[in-house]
């Protein structure tokens, strides 16, 4: 059974930081294209961050030199390291799983997701 499973999310102010962590079991991680999204009420689950097996990466325009995503095969675990954090950031933060490229259509796992609210 696959589980992805997100961690690290919570409260910050703005201009803070905060890890997200994402840690699979049930798959070959190594053989998996990884991503990050997020989901704000009202709004659409966007892309924020992917990286292939090949360590190639992508980001949302609005996060890209904030935000960076990395991941360590030997504990099936990926990572997005978020720093200067704006009130735009607050979402719920998924992990997904799929083998192809970055936001493709394939057939992905997901996680449950974990809460960022950025907030003075």
């Known amino acids: 059974q696959v589980q992805l499973v997100e961690s690290g999310g919570g409260l910050v102010q703005p201009g803070g930081s905060l890890r997200l962590s994402c840690a699979s079991s049930?798959?070959?991680?190594?053989?998996?294209?990884m991503g990050w999204y997020r989901q704000a009420p009202g709004e659409q689950r966007e892309l924020v961050a992917g990286i292939t097996p090949g360590l190639i990466t992508k980001y949302a325009d609005s996060v890209k030199g904030r935000f960076t995503i990395s991941r360590d095969n030997a504990k099936n675990t990926v990572y997005l390291q978020m720093n200067n954090l704006e009130p735009e950031d607050t979402a719920v933060y998924y992990c997904?799983?799929?083998?192809?490229?970055?936001?493709?259509?394939?057939?992905?796992?997901w996680g449950q997701g974990t809460q960022v609210t950025v907030s003075s």
């Open positions: 049930g798959i070959i991680f190594s053989w998996y294209t």
């Open positions: 997904n799983a799929l083998i192809g490229p970055i936001d493709s259509s394939s057939r992905a796992y």
